[in-house]
């Protein structure tokens, strides 16, 4: 595989600094130009505390917050997946659509598990 740039790549804590100065990139670019991602934020932001409140257990808490951040994951996935079509060409393409069409229902199975998640997790507090 060729290399990007010339000369040698960064490693060690370098690396490290620069993946994370890109990922945080990312995140901000996907806040800014996905309508679904800011929701999720703006839901994470709600329910990531209402989980740690919630949750009576260490794995109660990571199975809430985690179907969280899966939901948010997988959105981010599917949005990278729906910029790479878009880069190859705007024409409509059964292919093109089908890719998206699987990005989608990817998100639409995330939730399903989320939801799924906080109504089994939650509703042993009714009994």
Sequence with gaps: MTPLRDGPRPAGATRLWLAT???????????HSEAAFRQEVW???????AAIWLGQTAVERVLLVGSVLVV????????????????????????????????????????????????????????
């Excluded at 100065?21 to 806040?31: A, E, F, I, T």
């Excluded at 839901?43 to 505390?49: E, F, I, M, N, Y």
């Design 21 to 31: 100065l890109n990922s945080l990139r990312g995140l901000k670019h996907c806040y």
């Design 43 to 49: 839901a994470a932001l709600v329910l990531v505390p």
């Design 72 to 127: 948010m994951i997988v959105e981010l996935l599917n949005t990278g997946i729906e910029v790479v079509v878009d880069r190859i060409s705007h024409e409509r393409h059964h292919l093109s659509g089908f890719a998206k069409d699987l990005g989608s229902s990817a998100v639409l199975l995330s939730l399903l598990l989320a939801g799924m998640t906080w109504v089994l997790v939650l509703s042993g507090r009714l009994n």
